[in-house]
């Protein structure tokens, strides 16, 4: 592709792969997630109220948003590395003179691209049900960037690490299914005895969530700001290892 430099083939390759098929990628973890508010709605929606003045509803459609965008930038730079790997077309991402940084980025930036994509439908289709108010816009933009680069961070270390799809999927099945669903994107932590309470802050995902919350209502369980800062030093933790993986061509050149 003339004019692309080869990091901005790659970026346009994986947008690409996951654009063309929208309908799987991005519209179905959407219809998902109407589903998830219709169910846990429907069933405690007047029966709790989590925050002072706000709904459950209102309460559970930001943790819906932001689940939706990380699991589907953690599934975006797995699924293509492990599926580049198993057919052989790798080869064609590590012979031409592309940098570690390049490859992460290119992986990355598109995992983040399908992250908001998906979070950004699944606001506007349940946004129909409650509206909500936007407290910190800045808040919510910051977490919901640093999640999905998170997200699509650790897809690249689980793709890079995963030799086939059942390695990747016990990854996926029991790392990243668990810590989302436990981090506090049905409930608020503060409902919790306080045994449970600290180990979910142990939880990384539970400061994404809860961050990324506080961006719609100004109310959270930890300070925004400390979440923040935890929520970057565990991404530029990741970044480092993932870059370390790519330029040792860990598992990638045999």
Do not use: C
Request: zero cysteines; charged letters at 10%.
């Amino acid at each position: 592709m003339s004019g692309y430099s080869g990091f901005g083939t790659l970026f346009y390759k994986e947008v690409l792969r996951f654009w063309k098929v929208a309908f799987q990628t991005v519209l179905a973890p959407v219809v998902t997630a109407l589903l998830y508010l219709t169910i846990f709605g429907h069933a405690l929606s007047g029966r709790v109220e989590v925050y002072p003045g706000v709904t459950y509803t209102s309460f559970l459609i930001p943790g819906l948003v932001m689940m939706s965008v990380l699991q589907n930038a953690f599934a975006n730079s797995s699924s293509s590395l492990i599926q580049s790997k198993i057919t052989g077309n790798l080869v064609f991402v590590l012979l031409p003179p592309l940098a570690a940084p390049e490859i992460f980025a290119a992986y990355v930036l598109a995992s983040i691209l399908r992250g908001l994509a998906v979070g950004a439908g699944v606001f506007i289709v349940t946004i129909w049900f409650v509206p909500l108010g936007f407290a910190a816009p800045l808040f919510i933009i910051a977490f919901a960037v640093l999640g999905s680069a998170i997200l699509g961070t650790l897809g690249l270390i689980a793709g890079i690490w995963a030799e086939k799809f059942d390695q990747l999927a016990s990854f996926q099945n029991f790392l990243i299914m668990p810590l989302t669903f436990l981090s506090g994107v049905f409930y608020s932590t503060h409902s919790l005895p306080p045994v449970w309470r600290e180990v979910s802050r142990l939880n990384p995902f539970f400061y994404m969530i809860d961050g990324f919350r506080y961006g719609f209502f100004g109310l959270s369980d930890i300070n925004p700001f400390v979440s923040l800062t935890i929520v970057f030093v565990f991404f530029v933790a990741l970044a480092a290892l993932a870059m370390r993986m790519l330029a040792t061509g860990y598992k990638l050149r045999h």
